[in-house]
């Protein structure tokens, strides 16, 4: 850390894979890590592609000054909310026109929940049981009680219940290998593709959201209201839509089980997200 950089840094940092590892394991030292960094002064916001509502609660009772979610669209200082993009209804109607004709799965989300398609069930029975099995190997890995720390059900909503005018993104899945690179270019430029995360042998998934909302405009948008710069501005992920977020902070940290092509245009690889990676990047940047 050099003289100029300020006394107190804004950090934000991803969820999945980066604070969570298989939708609910933490490491000890994140904890700590986060809420020693809050007391040495620091703000410390989530900036999650997760809607507000679908946080895990081990990561909200952790403690954050604030936290953008959805990707961008939404974000909060303390617990007022400060930033709110909705997606248009009538790019809600084409995307999701464009899934229904096409026979793609897919999630729905607004600021509080997340809506599945009628297609979703089968697969999501199979990769929770996946999550499941990794979830218990996690917990013996870090020395955790399986039985004290059980892995919370999938939560989403019946795609009936939905208020499309809330929606602020959307998740697909497919079984065939090319649908990410035909939803980019059907879709067009009004909208933002990137891959998803979701582990599917043979198949292909991702994210759409409107062009413009995304984690680094969030954090510009944040900023402005903190009346704090870009200088001293820490960002921590693991997945594509990181990126943004990695382009706009003075400080790019990748996870250590990131796609080695995003760690690339971070300015620092800290360990895995199990093997204390976020306690080992807040060392390093001086935070704890």
Known sequence: ??????????????????????????????????????????????????????????????????????????????????????????????????????????????????????????????????RRDRHDEDLRRLGLDVDEDPLPALSYRPIEGLDFDAVVKSTFISMKSDTLAHVETELGERFHVIPGSIPLPGGSNGEVAVRGVNKGSAILEVLELLDRGVEGTVGIGDSWNDVEMFEVVETAVAMGNADPELQARADHVTTDVLDDGVWNAFVALGLV
Do not use: K, W
């Not at 900036?47 to 974000?75: E, K, M, Q, Y």
């Open 1 to 130: 850390m050099t003289s100029s950089t300020p006394a107190s840094r804004t950090v934000f940092i991803d969820v999945d894979g980066t604070i969570l590892e298989h939708g609910s394991v933490i490491a000890p030292s994140t904890v700590t890590a986060i809420r020693t960094a809050r007391t040495n002064g620091h703000l410390v916001y989530l900036c999650t592609g997760r809607s507000a509502g679908d946080l895990h609660p081990s990561v909200r009772a952790i403690g954050f000054d604030g936290a953008i979610t959805n990707g961008g669209a939404f974000a909060t200082r303390g617990d007022d909310l400060v930033v709110s993009h909705h997606m248009p209804r009538e790019d809600v109607d084409r995307m999701v026109g464009y899934f229904e004709e096409h026979g793609i799965h897919y999630f729905l989300q607004t600021n509080e929940a997340v809506y599945a398609s009628e297609g979703v069930g089968a697969f999501a029975d199979e990769f929770f049981q996946q």
